[in-house]
């Protein structure tokens, strides 16, 4: 069974920074991309930005320079560093993993639950 968790979250002063983390655990093979999306409330769900199994990233237009996205394969885990932050990334954020848990099977995207960040003074 494949679990993917989301610590960190929380509020934050406007400028601040967090760091958000995406764990994908249990039985997995191998893992490919890696993506992050957000949903403020009356908005719909975009996407903050993604990294391939090769480490290429790509980010919104709203967060390039701010949010730096990196993962760790040991640790099968992955990065969301947001620095300077703004009242208007508050949203609730998730991240996606593309993983297979077999040398054959396909890769399947899995959700973490999601956590609030809230950038307010």
């Known amino acids: 069974q494949v679990q993917v968790v989301e610590p960190g979250g929380g509020l934050v002063q406007p400028g601040g920074s967090l760091r958000l983390s995406c764990a994908a655990s249990g039985r997995i093979f191998s893992i490919g991309a890696m993506g992050w999306y957000r949903q403020a409330p009356g908005k719909q769900r975009e996407l903050v930005g993604g990294?391939?199994?090769?480490?290429?990233?790509n980010y919104a237009d709203s967060v390039r320079g701010r949010f730096t996205i990196f993962r760790d394969n040991a640790k099968k885990t992955g990065y969301l560093q947001m620095n300077s932050l703004k009242p208007e990334d508050t949203a609730n954020y998730h991240c996606t993993v593309d993983l297979n848990t077999g040398p054959y099977g396909p890769m399947i995207g899995y959700w973490g639950q999601g956590t609030q960040v809230t950038v307010s003074s």
């Open positions: 990294i391939t199994s090769g480490g290429s990233t």
